[in-house]
C-alpha cells in the first residue's frame, strides 16, 4: 500500500509539473487533485493491488502532458500548482519608473495612477484622487447647491422645460397659424369699414383639462387703402387645450371684382367703349367714381388701340396717407363697324385715302 501511495503521488507531482500555462490553470491543478483522489480511492477499493495502481495511474500521467509548444512554467520543488506571476511583482515591471512608483506606491499606484501632489514629475499616468469633500462633488454634478433650481423661477413659479417639468405636462406648442380669406369690395376698401365675424372654438373649463365650444365675435376694422395681401392677426384666438398655446386666426384681404374697375397698387383701371367715329374724331369721356361722382374727361386725341388716358387723384386713397390717391388710367376698347353700306365706304375713301 505505501509503494502504491508513493507512486501515485509521484504521478500527481509529476502531472502538476507539466501543467501548461494556455486555459484556467486553477482549474485544471482542482481537476488534478479530484482525479488523483479517485485514483487512490480506486486502489484502496481494490485491496492496495500496487500493479492495478500503477496500470490506472500511468495512462492520466502521460496522456494529460500538455502541447510541447505550450510555454512552460519555471521548476519549482513545490508539488502545489503553478499559477502565472503577478504582473505587479517587481520582477516583471519593464521599466525603471514603473519599478520606482510600484517601490513607493505598490500595485494601487499602477492600477489607480499616482496621486496628484506626486504627479508632476511622472507625467506618463493620471488618476483620481478623492479630495474628501462630499459636497464638492454634490455641487460639480449639479451645478448649484439646489438641484431643483431649474425647475422655478425667481419668483418660485414652476417652469415648462423641454423633458416635462415636475408634473409631467410637457412644453406648450403652439398650434400653426389659421388661415382664412376676407373678401372686400373696391368700396370698402376706398372708404374703409368694419367687419364682424363668428368664430366658434375650444375654450378650457376652470378644471384646465375639459373644453367647451363657443363662439366668438372677432371685429375687423378695415382701414381705407388697404391692399390685397394686407395680413390681419388676431393672436391666440384658435382652440385651446391643456398642452397647447391657441392657434393666431389670420384673416388674408381678398378684393372682390368690380363691374367697372380693376385695380392695381393704388391705381384704378377704366374702360370704355367708345365707336371707331368717337375715336376718330374727338369725344368725352364719362366714369363714375367709387364715390358716385362722374367726372367727364375730354377726349381731344386720336385714339388708337394702345391709346388711354391718365386721370391723377381719381384712384385709391394710399394706406400710409388716404388723404392721397393714386390714378385713374382710362382704357378704350374701339368699336368698328360690323357693316358699311357703298356711299359710307365712298366716304371715308375720301375722308381718309385723300
Same mark, same amino acid.
Given at each position: 500500500?505505501?509503494? =502504491? /501511495?508513493? %507512486? &501515485?503521488?509521484?504521478?500527481?507531482?509529476?502531472?502538476?509539473?507539466?501543467?501548461?500555462?494556455?486555459?484556467?490553470?486553477?482549474?485544471?491543478?482542482?481537476?488534478?487533485?479530484?482525479?488523483?483522489?479517485?485514483?487512490?480511492?480506486?486502489?484502496?477499493?481494490?485491496?492496495?493491488?500496487?500493479?492495478?495502481?500503477?496500470?490506472?495511474?500511468?495512462?492520466?500521467?502521460?496522456?494529460?502532458?500538455?502541447?510541447?509548444?505550450?510555454?512552460?512554467?519555471?521548476?519549482?520543488?513545490?508539488?502545489?500548482?503553478?499559477?502565472?506571476?503577478?504582473?505587479?511583482? $517587481?520582477?516583471?515591471?519593464?521599466?525603471?519608473?514603473?519599478?520606482? %512608483?510600484?517601490?513607493?506606491?505598490?500595485?494601487?499606484?499602477?492600477? &489607480? &495612477?499616482?496621486? /496628484?501632489?506626486?504627479?508632476?514629475?511622472?507625467?506618463?499616468?493620471?488618476?483620481?484622487?478623492?479630495?474628501?469633500?462630499?459636497?464638492?462633488?454634490?455641487?460639480?454634478?449639479?451645478?448649484?447647491?439646489?438641484?431643483?433650481?431649474?425647475?422655478?423661477?425667481?419668483?418660485?413659479?414652476?417652469?415648462?422645460?423641454?423633458?416635462?417639468?415636475?408634473?409631467? $405636462? &410637457?412644453?406648450?406648442?403652439?398650434?400653426?397659424?389659421?388661415?382664412?380669406? /376676407?373678401?372686400?369690395?373696391?368700396?370698402?376698401?376706398?372708404?374703409?369699414?368694419?367687419?364682424? %365675424?363668428?368664430?366658434?372654438?375650444?375654450?378650457?373649463?376652470?378644471?384646465?383639462?375639459?373644453?367647451?365650444?363657443?363662439?366668438?365675435?372677432? =371685429?375687423?376694422?378695415?382701414?381705407?387703402?388697404?391692399?390685397?395681401?394686407?395680413?390681419?392677426?388676431?393672436?391666440?384666438?384658435?382652440?385651446?387645450?391643456?398642452? %397647447?398655446?391657441?392657434?393666431?386666426?389670420?384673416?388674408?384681404?381678398?378684393?372682390?371684382?368690380?363691374?367697372?374697375?380693376?385695380?392695381?397698387?393704388?391705381?384704378?383701371?377704366?374702360?370704355?367703349?367708345?365707336? /371707331?367715329?368717337?375715336?376718330?374724331?374727338?369725344?368725352?369721356?364719362?366714369?363714375?367714381?367709387?364715390?358716385?361722382?362722374?367726372?367727364?374727361?375730354?377726349?381731344?386725341?386720336?385714339?388708337?388701340?394702345?391709346?388711354?388716358?391718365?386721370?391723377?387723384?381719381?384712384?385709391?386713397?394710399?394706406?400710409?396717407?388716404?388723404?392721397?390717391?393714386?390714378?385713374?388710367?382710362?382704357?378704350?376698347?374701339?368699336?368698328?363697324?360690323?357693316?358699311?353700306?357703298?356711299?359710307?365706304?365712298?366716304?371715308?375713301?375720301?375722308?381718309?385715302?385723300?
Amino acid at each position: 500500500m505505501a509503494a =502504491t /501511495l508513493e %507512486i &501515485g503521488f509521484f504521478c500527481f507531482q509529476k502531472r502538476d509539473k507539466k501543467t501548461g500555462v494556455g486555459g484556467s490553470l486553477q482549474a485544471q491543478c482542482v481537476k488534478d487533485l479530484a482525479l488523483s483522489l479517485w485514483w487512490l480511492w480506486s486502489l484502496l477499493r481494490y485491496q492496495f493491488n500496487p500493479w492495478l495502481g500503477i496500470f490506472l495511474f500511468l495512462p492520466h500521467a502521460f496522456f494529460s502532458a500538455p502541447h510541447p509548444s505550450a510555454s512552460q512554467p519555471s521548476s519549482s520543488p513545490s508539488p502545489q500548482c503553478w499559477t502565472p506571476p503577478n504582473p505587479a511583482s $517587481r520582477r516583471h515591471i519593464s521599466t525603471a519608473v514603473k519599478r520606482g %512608483i510600484y517601490d513607493k506606491f505598490g500595485e494601487e499606484g499602477l492600477k &489607480g &495612477g499616482i496621486p /496628484l501632489e506626486f504627479g508632476s514629475q511622472t507625467p506618463w499616468t493620471t488618476g483620481y484622487v478623492f479630495h474628501g469633500n462630499p459636497e464638492k462633488v454634490f455641487h460639480e454634478f449639479f451645478g448649484g447647491d439646489n438641484p431643483f433650481n431649474e425647475f422655478f423661477d425667481a419668483e418660485g413659479n414652476e417652469v415648462d422645460l423641454n423633458f416635462g417639468g415636475l408634473r409631467g $405636462r &410637457g412644453v406648450k406648442k403652439q398650434d400653426p397659424p389659421i388661415e382664412r380669406d /376676407l373678401y372686400l369690395s373696391l368700396e370698402d376698401l376706398f372708404f374703409g369699414c368694419t367687419k364682424k %365675424i363668428k368664430i366658434s372654438r375650444r375654450v378650457l373649463n376652470e378644471d384646465g383639462f375639459s373644453s367647451t365650444i363657443k363662439d366668438k365675435i372677432l =371685429t375687423i376694422d378695415v382701414k381705407p387703402g388697404w391692399r390685397q395681401g394686407t395680413r390681419i392677426t388676431f393672436e391666440k384666438e384658435g382652440d385651446q387645450g391643456p398642452n %397647447i398655446i391657441p392657434a393666431d386666426i389670420i384673416f388674408i384681404v381678398k378684393e372682390k371684382l368690380h363691374p367697372r374697375f380693376r385695380r392695381e397698387n393704388d391705381d384704378l383701371f377704366f374702360v370704355n367703349a367708345i365707336p /371707331l367715329g368717337k375715336a376718330l374724331t374727338c369725344c368725352t369721356v364719362e366714369v363714375k367714381t367709387l364715390d358716385d361722382r362722374l367726372l367727364n374727361i375730354p377726349i381731344n386725341d386720336i385714339v388708337h388701340p394702345k391709346y388711354f388716358k391718365k386721370v391723377p387723384g381719381e384712384g385709391m386713397p394710399l394706406p400710409e396717407e388716404p388723404a392721397r390717391k393714386g390714378d385713374l388710367f382710362i382704357f378704350f376698347d374701339i368699336q368698328f363697324p360690323t357693316r358699311l353700306t357703298p356711299q359710307k365706304k365712298q366716304m371715308l375713301r375720301q375722308a381718309l385715302l385723300t
